[in-house]
């Protein structure tokens, strides 16, 4: 079955510093991609996607691109903000009908100032 | 912009009771999704609804769930009697169903059982 495997946190970053959360998938077909974030105390909000290979997603400074060789989606940003403390969760869905979503374990990342 | 609201936000019950989790979808939307994150742990599928019944479902969601959307516009989740595992964020979500479409999430219901 699907799966997406996600690189462990907690990350703690300085405010400027240059993040990457790893995130690699298992998937028959082509999935989609997606970031999804969850601020404190928040739900769960689409911060970018990819629908096939070689896309590049794009948000709030945020970019990962969807590479089907190495089969990941990597998320990276060139100059975090405080405001971008959060839970990162890479997902991936299947493009068979209208299947669910598939989340990683999530990523708790810190920016301190 | 359009989003998906859930109810109550937070509800507390003691162990064996039932618990009926709201949510309204998209208007437009016609796949319909739970699912809970137990603190600090990942989220986890429970179930998707379209067409008035059940698309999938994983092995969380057994006999003591049930989904239902009883008017064309809320989708419920029920859990007929509680237990003390069955603390978590639920989250609902929905989509229009296009093969690359996101989901949308409401806020969440936290369910504290006691």
């Known amino acids: 079955g699907n799966s997406v495997t996600q690189m462990e946190g907690p990350v703690t970053l300085s405010e400027e510093a240059f993040l990457t959360i790893n995130c690699t998938y298992t998937?028959?077909?082509?999935?989609?991609l997606f970031w999804y974030v969850q601020y404190p105390g928040e739900g769960l909000q689409l911060l970018l996607k990819?629908?096939?290979?070689?896309d590049k997603g794009s948000n709030k400074g945020f970019e990962a691109t969807y590479r089907k060789e190495t089969t990941s989606f990597h998320l990276e940003k060139g100059s975090v903000q405080v405001s971008d403390s959060a839970v990162y969760f890479c997902?991936?869905?299947?493009?068979?009908?209208?299947?669910?979503?598939?989340f990683g374990t999530g990523t708790r990342l810190t920016i301190i100032p | 912009e359009p989003e998906v609201t859930q109810t109550p936000s937070h509800q507390v019950t003691q162990m064996g009771q039932e618990v009926i989790l709201r949510c309204v979808p998209i208007s437009n939307h016609l796949y319909f999704y739970w699912y809970r994150q137990i603190l600090g742990q990942k989220v986890e599928f429970l179930v998707s609804f379209y067409n008035n019944e059940i698309s999938e479902k994983s092995e969380i969601f057994d006999d003591q769930f049930s989904v239902e959307r009883p008017d064309g516009s809320n989708f419920t989740l029920k859990i007929r009697s509680t237990k003390l595992e069955d603390s978590a964020m639920y989250f609902c979500?929905?989509?229009?169903?296009?093969?690359?479409?996101?989901?949308?999430f409401g806020e969440g219901s936290r369910l504290t059982v006691l």
């Open positions: 998937a028959t077909g082509y999935p989609s």
């Open positions: 997902a991936l869905r299947g493009n068979f009908g209208n299947e669910k979503l598939t």
């Open positions: 979500a929905s989509s229009t169903g296009t093969d690359t479409g996101e989901l949308f």
């Open positions: 990819a629908t096939k290979a070689d």
